[in-house]
């Protein structure tokens, strides 16, 4: 793995650790999908059915069924 690659992986966890659903989303939006999938991860711990609707929209069928499971409780 490269050393850029490691230090986004330390991002994404420190993000993950800090709920910090801003920085998950600039690290998806900028192509990684680790961080994609820890951005649903965390907005479904969170509850934030926005972040996972806006995901859903943009295509990204984790979030979609993710937002379906939470909104059918």
Do not use: H, K, Y
Request: proline share 0%.
């Amino acid at each position: 793995m490269s050393d850029e690659q490691d230090a986004i992986d330390e991002r994404i966890q420190d993000a993950a650790e800090r709920a910090d659903l801003d920085e998950l989303r600039r690290l998806a939006d900028g192509g990684s999908s680790d961080a994609a999938d820890q951005l649903i991860e965390t907005a479904t711990e969170l509850g934030a059915l926005d972040e996972l609707r806006r995901l859903a929209e943009r295509g990204n069928q984790d979030a979609a069924d993710q937002l379906a499971e939470l909104t059918e409780e």
